[in-house]
C-alpha cells in the first residue's frame, strides 16, 4: 500500500493544487502534501523487506501496476521525498507568477519520480519515465530564464528521443519473453543472446545516458539547469539525473549483463572523459549555477563509471552516493538560490566578500563545498571512496585519470567559495544581509545529514544492500 | 449492410430537412439523431439483427473488424458534428445539405469497411470520393476553397483511373472481382498469372495509396486540406483517411501474398518516404493548418504500419489508431475553427486567456505527439510492437527510424503548445459557447482515459 500512497498523495494533490487560487495556500498544501509524502516514505523505510503492490492494468498486454520498493527504491524515494519539503520551505520566499500552478507541477513531477522509481513492470516504468518529464517541460518553459523555452525544448527533445529508443528496447524484451510480459521479473529471466545483448543494450543506455548525462550526451543539461528557475533545477539535478542511475542499476545491468561486461570500458571511458573534461570546463565558469550544473556532470560521471566497473564495492558506492549528491546539490542550489534572489546576480565578477554579510550562509556553504569536494567526514568521502576503489580494482589506469577529477573539484569548488563569499566586497553586495530564516534552517537540516552520514553510512549502505547482492546475483 | 442503408438513407432525409426547415440548429439536431440511428443500427449488426434483409452475392462480407470500425467511424462524426455542427452549417451558402453530403461518406465508409469485391471497392471510393470534392468546394466565394477542390477532384479522378486500370487488369488475367476467390487458390499451387496480375494489383494498391496520402502520392493533400473550410478538413483528415487504411488492410489481408516479397520492399520504402516528408516538411510550415495536414501525412506514415504487418496486433493497432488520431484531430480543428489567424503565432497567449481550449489543445497535441497516458501513445504502442512481434529483430531498424520520426513530430506538435503557454500575445477567437468547452473537455478525457485503459476499447472489439 506505501508504494502506492508515494504516487497517490501527491498525484492528487498537485491535481488539487491548480484550482488552490490564493498564493498563500497553493505554497502551504503544496508543503503539506510533500510532508505527507515524507512521512509515507518514512513509514515504507520503517518496514523491513521489499514492499509490493500489484494491481490489474492492461492484462491483455502482459502488464500490471505492479510497484516494489527495495532498498534501492526506498533510498531513492526517501530522496525524493525530502528534497521536496525541503525545496518548497528553503524557496518559499521567491514568487512565481501563477503560484498554485506552479505549486500543482512541481508535485505532479514528484508523483512521477516516485513512480519511476517504484515500476517493477517495464511499460510503466516507460509510463513515469515520460511523465516525469511532461510537468518539468512545462515548469522549466514558462518560470524559466531567458533562453527558456529553446534550451527546454533541447532537453525535452533530448530525453524524448531517448525515451522512445528505449521504446524500441523494451518491446523488443517484451516479445523474447516467453509469457509475453512487461514484468521487471520475467526481464531478469530473459536469456538473451550475446549478439542480441549488445545491440539491445544501446538502445537503452542511451536513453539513460541522455538523463544522466554521460559524456557526449551531456551537452542539454548545463543550459537546463541554468534556465530553469532554481526550484526546479533543485528537482532536475537532486532527483531527476538519479533516474538515470537508477534505471542502469535496475534494469541494464542485470538484463543485459554479457553486454555491460562487452561495453563496460568503453562506457567508463567515456565516463571519466566527462568527468575530466566537466571539471575542467567548470573551472572556467564565471556563473554559479553553470558552475554547479557542471560539477554534477563530474559526479554523476563517476556514479556511471562505478556501476560499469560491476563489483559490489562500485554498487555499494553508487547507493550511498545517489542519496549524498542529491543532498549535497541541493544545498548548493538553495545557497545559489539565494543569493541569485537576494542579489539579482549569479556572477561570480559581481559577488564577492559575502562572508562578511552573511557569515552564516557562508559557514554552511564551506561545509557544502568540503561534502562537494568529499572531504572525509563529509558524506560524499564515503561514497567516492568506495567508487573510486570500485574503479581502481577493476583498471588502475581508469582510477588515475579519474583521481584527478578529485582535485579539479577543489580547484573550482574552493574558487567559488572564495571569489562569492570572501575578499572584498563590491558594490553589487555591499548592502548584502544574511539569507532568510528558512533557507538557513534547512541548509542547517542538510549539513546534519552530511555529517551523519559521513560518520555514520551504515544505514544507507544497510538499507540499499538487498538491491546490490541481487543485482550482483543476477549477474 | 444495416449501415450502409440507414446511412444513403439518412443522407437523402437530410436533404429534405433542408427543403422543409432551414433553421440550422434543427438540421444539426436531426444529423445528431441520424447519426445515432446510424449507430444502433450497426451494433444490432453485429449482433445479428438485420434491418432489411439483401443477399449481397457475396460481394461484401462482414466482420467484426469492419463492423467495429464502423461504429467507431459513426462515433467518432457524431463527435464530429457535436463538437463542429455549427461550423458545418455556416462553412457556406448551404446547410443541411453538407449533412447529407457527409452521410454519403458514411455510406461510402460503410462499404469500404467490408467489400469483397474489387468492384465494390471501386464504387465505395466513388461514394466516398464524390461528396468529398464536393464538400472541399463548399465555401464557394473563396477562391482558394474552389482552387483545392478542382484540384482534389482532378487528382482524385486519375487515381480512379488508376484504380479502375488496376482492376481491369487483375479481372482480365484471373477472370473474377472477388478478392476471397483468390485465397483458397494459392494454397492449392496457384495458377502462374504472369507478371499482369502483381502489375494490376500494384496499380489498385497505388490509388490507396494516394487515397490515404501516402508518399509520392500525397502532393494533393497540403494544398486541399488547406483550402478546404476547417471543419471539413478535421472530415477529411480522419474518418476519411481512416477508412483508406481499413479497405487498404481488407485487400492487402487477401491478395499481399500473391504479390511476394517485393511488398516487404516497397512498403517500407513508402513508410520511411511518407514519414520523412510528412514530418520534415511539417516542421517547416507557418500554418496551424497547414502544418496538421502534414502531419496527418506523418501519421499515415505510421497507420500503413498496420499494412506493412497485417496480424492482430496491427488490427487492433489502427483501430486504436483510428479513435486515437480522430479524436485529437477533430479536436484540433475545432479549436482552429475558432482561431482568427491561424499561424503559430495566433496562438500565442492562449492559455492565459483560455485556459480550457488551451489545456485540451495541449491534450490533443501531446496525444498527436505519442506521450503516454493520452491515446495517441497506445496507438503508436501498438503499431510498433506488431512490427516487432511479426518480424523480430529484422525489423527493429523500422521501429528506431519510426520512433526518430516520431521524436521529429514533437517539435512541431510542441510549437504550438509553446505558443499557447509560453509566448505572450492577444489571440483572437470567435466567441466560444459553454457546449463547445464542455465538448472539447469531454475529448480531452477521452483520450486520457483511451490513453490508460486502451484494453476498455478494445474490449469492445471483441465483445
Known amino acids: 500500500m506505501i508504494p502506492l500512497l508515494l504516487i497517490l498523495i501527491p498525484l492528487l494533490g498537485g491535481l488539487i493544487n491548480f484550482f488552490l487560487k490564493e498564493e498563500k495556500t497553493a505554497k502551504g498544501w503544496a508543503l503539506l502534501i510533500s510532508l505527507a509524502t515524507l512521512a509515507a516514505s518514512l513509514a515504507g523505510i520503517a518496514q523491513s523487506g521489499t514492499l509490493s503492490f500489484d494491481a490489474a492494468w492492461l492484462p491483455t498486454l502482459g502488464s500490471s501496476f505492479a510497484l516494489s520498493a527495495d532498498g534501492m527504491a526506498k533510498m531513492l524515494t526517501l530522496l525524493t521525498a525530502v528534497s521536496f519539503p525541503v525545496i518548497f520551505i528553503a524557496t518559499n520566499k521567491n514568487n512565481y507568477k501563477n503560484t498554485s500552478a506552479f505549486y500543482a507541477l512541481m508535485l505532479l513531477s514528484q508523483a512521477g519520480l516516485m513512480g519511476v522509481f517504484l515500476s517493477a513492470d517495464c511499460l510503466l516504468f516507460y509510463f513515469f519515465w515520460e511523465l516525469a518529464l511532461i510537468p518539468v517541460y512545462f515548469l522549466c518553459s514558462i518560470w524559466g530564464g531567458e533562453r527558456r523555452i529553446a534550451v527546454t525544448f533541447k532537453f525535452f527533445i533530448y530525453t524524448f528521443i531517448g525515451s522512445l529508443l528505449m521504446l524500441g528496447g523494451i518491446l523488443y524484451l517484451y516479445f523474447l519473453t516467453p509469457d509475453h510480459s512487461f514484468a521487471l521479473k520475467s526481464f531478469y529471466h530473459l536469456h538473451i543472446s550475446a549478439k542480441e545483448q549488445n545491440f539491445v543494450f544501446w538502445l537503452f543506455f542511451i536513453a539513460f545516458a541522455i538523463k544522466m548525462p554521460v559524456f557526449p550526451f551531456h551537452t542539454w543539461q548545463p543550459d537546463a539547469y541554468e534556465q530553469s528557475p532554481t526550484a526546479v533545477t533543485m528537482v532536475l539535478s537532486a532527483v531527476m539525473v538519479k533516474m538515470g542511475i537508477y534505471a542502469v542499476v535496475r534494469w541494464l545491468i542485470p538484463i543485459f549483463p554479457e553486454a555491460t561486461a562487452h561495453f563496460d570500458n568503453l562506457v567508463m571511458v567515456l565516463a571519466i572523459i566527462g568527468m575530466i573534461y566537466a571539471s575542467l570546463i567548470a573551472i572556467r565558469q564565471d556563473d554559479l549555477k553553470r558552475l554547479i550544473a557542471y560539477s554534477s556532470i563530474a559526479h554523476i560521471g563517476l556514479m556511471c563509471a562505478a556501476i560499469f566497473a560491476q563489483n559490489k564495492v562500485g554498487l555499494e558506492g553508487v547507493m550511498i552516493q545517489m542519496f549524498n549528491h542529491g543532498v549535497n546539490v541541493l544545498g548548493l542550489w538553495i545557497v545559489a538560490d539565494a543569493i541569485e534572489q537576494q542579489l539579482g546576480t549569479r556572477k561570480f565578477s559581481e559577488l564577492g566578500g559575502l562572508a562578511q554579510k552573511a557569515p552564516g550562509l557562508a559557514i554552511l556553504l564551506v561545509i557544502l563545498a568540503f561534502a562537494n569536494i568529499a572531504l572525509p567526514l563529509t558524506n560524499a568521502f564515503v561514497g567516492e571512496f568506495l567508487m573510486f576503489n570500485a574503479v581502481f580494482q577493476h583498471n588502475i589506469w581508469m582510477a588515475v585519470f579519474a583521481g584527478t577529477s578529485i582535485i579539479l573539484a577543489a580547484v573550482y569548488t574552493l574558487n567559488m567559495v572564495q571569489k562569492v563569499f570572501y575578499g572584498n566586497t563590491v558594490p553589487s553586495t555591499e548592502h548584502a544581509i544574511e539569507a532568510g530564516s528558512n533557507t538557513r534552517a534547512m541548509l542547517i537540516v542538510l549539513v546534519i545529514v552530511i555529517i551523519v552520514l559521513g560518520v555514520y553510512p551504515k544505514p544507507m549502505i544497510d538499507l540499499t544492500n538487498d538491491t546490490v547482492s541481487t543485482i550482483l546475483a543476477a549477474r | 449492410m444495416n449501415a450502409i442503408i440507414f446511412s444513403a438513407l439518412s443522407g437523402v432525409a437530410m436533404m429534405f430537412t433542408g427543403i422543409f426547415t432551414t433553421n440550422k440548429s434543427a438540421i444539426r439536431n436531426v444529423a445528431v439523431i441520424a447519426l445515432l440511428g446510424l449507430i444502433i443500427v450497426n451494433l444490432l449488426h453485429s449482433y445479428g439483427i438485420f434491418v432489411v434483409r439483401v443477399n449481397t452475392h457475396s460481394m461484401l462480407q ?42 454519403f461518406v458514411l455510406c461510402g465508409v460503410s462499404i469500404l469497411t467490408c467489400y469483397n469485391s474489387l468492384l465494390m471497392l471501386f464504387i465505395g471510393i466513388e461514394i466516398l470520393s464524390i461528396p468529398l470534392y464536393i464538400l472541399t468546394g463548399a465555401d464557394k466565394r473563396n477562391l482558394k476553397s474552389n482552387e483545392a477542390s478542382l484540384k482534389y477532384f482532378l487528382m482524385g479522378s486519375f487515381s480512379t483511373g488508376i484504380l479502375l486500370m488496376g482492376i481491369t487488369l487483375v479481372y482480365g488475367i484471373t477472370g473474377t472481382f472477388s478478392i476471397e476467390a483468390m485465397r483458397p487458390a494459392v494454397s492449392v499451387g496457384a495458377p502462374n498469372y504472369g507478371i499482369l496480375e502483381p502489375v494490376g494489383l500494384l496499380f489498385i494498391f497505388i490509388a490507396l495509396l494516394f487515397k490515404v496520402s501516402a508518399a509520392p502520392f500525397h502532393f494533393w493533400t497540403p494544398d486541399v486540406y488547406d483550402g478546404a473550410p476547417t471543419v471539413f478538413t478535421s472530415f477529411m483528415a480522419t474518418i476519411v483517411k481512416a477508412a483508406g487504411f481499413v479497405s487498404f488492410i481488407r485487400l492487402f489481408d487477401a491478395r499481399a501474398i500473391e504479390m ?59 483501430l486504436l489508431y483510428t479513435a486515437a488520431y480522430s479524436i485529437a484531430t477533430i479536436g484540433i480543428f475545432a479549436i482552429l475553427t475558432r482561431m482568427k489567424d491561424i499561424t503559430f503565432d495566433g496562438f500565442n497567449g492562449l492559455a492565459k486567456k483560455h485556459p480550457v481550449l488551451a489545456a485540451t489543445n495541449a491534450v490533443f497535441l501531446l496525444s498527436l505527439a505519442g506521450i503516454p497516458l493520452t491515446a495517441g501513445f497506445f496507438a503508436k504502442y501498438y503499431m510498433l510492437a506488431a512490427v516487432v512481434k511479426e518480424n523480430g529483430a529484422g525489423a527493429l531498424w523500422l521501429v528506431i527510424v519510426a520512433v526518430l520520426f516520431a521524436a521529429v513530430s514533437v517539435y512541431y506538435y510542441f510549437r504550438v503548445i509553446q505558443a499557447m503557454y509560453f509566448k505572450e500575445g492577444e489571440p483572437e477567437i470567435t466567441e466560444v459557447s459553454g457546449g463547445f468547452k464542455t465538448a472539447l473537455v469531454m475529448l480531452a478525457v477521452l483520450i486520457v482515459l483511451i490513453g490508460t485503459f486502451p484494453s476498455a476499447l478494445l474490449n469492445w472489439f471483441y465483445f
Open chain 2, 260 to 318: 511476394g516479397i517485393s511488398w516487404k520492399i516497397i512498403l517500407p520504402v513508402i513508410i520511411i518516404a511518407t514519414l520523412l516528408i510528412g514530418n520534415i516538411t511539417a516542421v517547416f510550415q507557418q500554418s496551424v493548418k497547414r502544418m496538421m495536414a502534414y502531419s496527418s501525412i506523418a501519421q499515415a506514415g505510421f497507420m500503413l504500419f498496420a499494412v506493412y504487418v497485417n496480424n492482430d496486433m496491427s488490427k487492433e493497432g489502427i
Open chain 2, 62 to 103: 462482414f466482420e467484426t473488424f469492419g463492423l467495429f470500425f464502423n461504429t467507431l467511424v459513426f462515433a467518432a462524426t457524431l463527435l464530429f458534428v457535436l463538437l463542429s455542427g455549427k461550423d458545418v452549417t455556416n462553412a457556406g451558402t448551404y446547410g443541411a445539405e453538407y449533412f447529407a453530403l457527409i452521410f
